[in-house]
């Protein structure tokens, strides 16, 4: 990953790095992939749903001294697996599972990897922490340390975000967004999201409109999310350990979605108050959905759904349209005259 060109400008003091895994510590993280195509004029031509391409387990193996090593495990959701071990010298960052693992404890402006060093054997350009903040997750709050950057890569600009608990320094959170202009002329925006089961997901479903953000909060494994405005729906496919306990909270705009609600579990009607709960509070819906694992498809559909054009829209589209119709109309004045 290139990292070199960043803080440039800063001199550290070399320092060991700091080990907050354990051997024998596991955690488990999906893989997916979502996005928007849109035309020459910006409109939007489709949506590419968030949808899970594998599941990935990490067990920490062995630690020594400032090195960790560990193994992975994917299983693809298209049958297909993949295991390997790699190793990260949590000081210099040298290894092969570079960002997995990092420094813990380290605070905002501190080093990932207190000892990196560049080609020129310099601390020029090495990685550190932007902040620290608050992320949720189905077991609690975490405190998470951040790096946020844009990557240039053969004339294509990607931008990046990782997380990592600051206490062991293992990843929690990666997403990677870039947007490229394919044959046809369309736009392609695609973001990478890898991310720790359990922590809340947040979606942007509406044309990534932030200000229709639906979060979940779930202890099941979120293998897809897919809101469609025509159907006036939003679902979501979800999986777990077969016979366990699973729920998902679900937070939903009321601009978004709102009028009469019906819940179904793989097609089944959920019944209100023994399957699932629902309130409103603060512009949003909520609703608590309990199940018992194996994989299920949970879907909330409404009676009503944000309009095609976002609300913000409206009066500018009706100013303009109405300005329009007022200067056809003069013109056709003009020709009778």
């Not at 999310?225 to 496919?237: A, D, I, P, V, Y």
């Not at 498809?297 to 007022?326: D, K, M």
Request: aromatic share 12%; charged share 15%.
């Amino acid at each position: 990953m290139l990292v070199v060109t960043l803080f440039s400008s800063v001199e550290f003091v070399s320092a060991a790095g700091s080990i907050g895994v354990f051997s024998g510590q596991t955690a488990e993280y999906t893989y997916a992939i979502s996005g928007t195509v849109r035309n020459s004029d910006g409109t939007l031509n489709r949506t590419i749903p968030y949808i899970v391409a594998y599941v990935e387990k990490i067990t920490i193996l062995e630690v020594s001294g400032t090195n960790v090593t560990f193994e992975f495990e994917r299983d693809s959701l298209n049958g297909t697996d993949d295991a390997g071990t790699c190793w990260i010298d949590v000081s210099s960052g040298n290894g092969t599972g570079y960002f997995v693992v990092v420094s813990a404890n380290v605070n905002a402006g501190g080093l990932l990897y207190p000892d990196w060093k560049n080609a020129e054997q310099t601390s020029e350009g090495a990685p550190a922490v932007n902040e620290t903040v608050s992320l949720a997750s189905a077991d609690g709050t975490i405190t998470a340390n951040h790096l946020s950057y844009v990557n240039t890569v053969d004339e294509q600009t990607y931008y990046e975000d990782y997380y990592w608990e600051k206490s062991s320094g293992l990843m929690l959170k990666w997403t990677m967004s870039g947007s490229e202009v394919v044959e046809d002329g369309t736009m392609e925006t695609l973001t990478i999201h890898f991310q720790k089961v359990g922590l809340q997901h947040v979606f942007y479903p509406f044309i990534e409109n932030k200000e229709y953000a639906v979060t979940v909060d779930s202890g099941s494994t979120i293998l897809g999310f897919e809101f469609n405005q025509t159907e006036k729906n939003l679902s979501m496919n979800v999986t777990g350990l077969s016979g366990t306990s699973g729920f998902c909270d679900v937070l939903v705009p009321d601009g978004l979605l709102w009028g009469t609600f019906s819940l179904s579990n793989d097609g089944y009607d959920l019944v209100e108050g023994d399957d699932y709960t629902q309130t409103h509070d603060g512009g949003f819906y909520k609703f608590n959905i309990v199940y018992i694992h194996s994989t299920h498809t949970l879907e909330i559909a409404s009676t009503q759904v944000v309009p095609e054009f976002p609300a913000w829209l409206i009066l500018p589209l009706f100013i303009a349209a109405t300005l329009l119709a007022v200067t056809l109309y003069r013109k056709r004045l003009n020709k009778l005259q």
